[in-house]
């Protein structure tokens, strides 16, 4: 005789609509009636427990989603960054060498005349 009792979580299954026992599918998470072929969604621990961590595994999905999304976001500036920078460079250069020639002209014209 154990002097432990053990604890058992259970509701007992019986058909809404007539009564009587149903036999309850775990893998399906329903029980169906054998007399009035009523079917009973069960919303068991274990299910509950496997939409959390498929909650956890959607959240921890979304947030690499968003870190990725990021990630190309950053890349595409600095792309943009680095395209602006080398136009304006070269608008840099083309001033400066307009400089330089009008520059050389206008001390050729001196020395010449
Ligand atoms: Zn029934």
Not at 21 to 29: C, F, S, V
Not at 95 to 110: E, F, K, N, P, R
Request: proline share 2%.
């Amino acid at each position: 005789m154990s002097i432990f009792k053990r604890k058992v979580d259970y509701t007992s299954l019986t058909c809404p609509e007539c009564g009587e026992h149903l036999d309850y599918n775990k893998e399906a998470g329903t029980a169906r009636c054998k007399y009035c072929n009523t079917e009973i969604i069960i919303d068991a621990p274990s299910a509950r427990k496997s939409n959390m961590l498929e909650t956890v595994f959607d959240f921890v999905e979304r947030q690499q989603d968003r870190y990725e999304q990021n990630a190309e976001k950053r890349r595409l500036a600095e792309e943009h960054e680095a395209a602006r920078r080398r136009a304006a460079a070269k608008k840099r250069n083309i001033i400066l060498g307009v400089i330089v020639t009008v520059a050389l002209i206008a001390y050729a014209l001196i020395i010449l005349l």
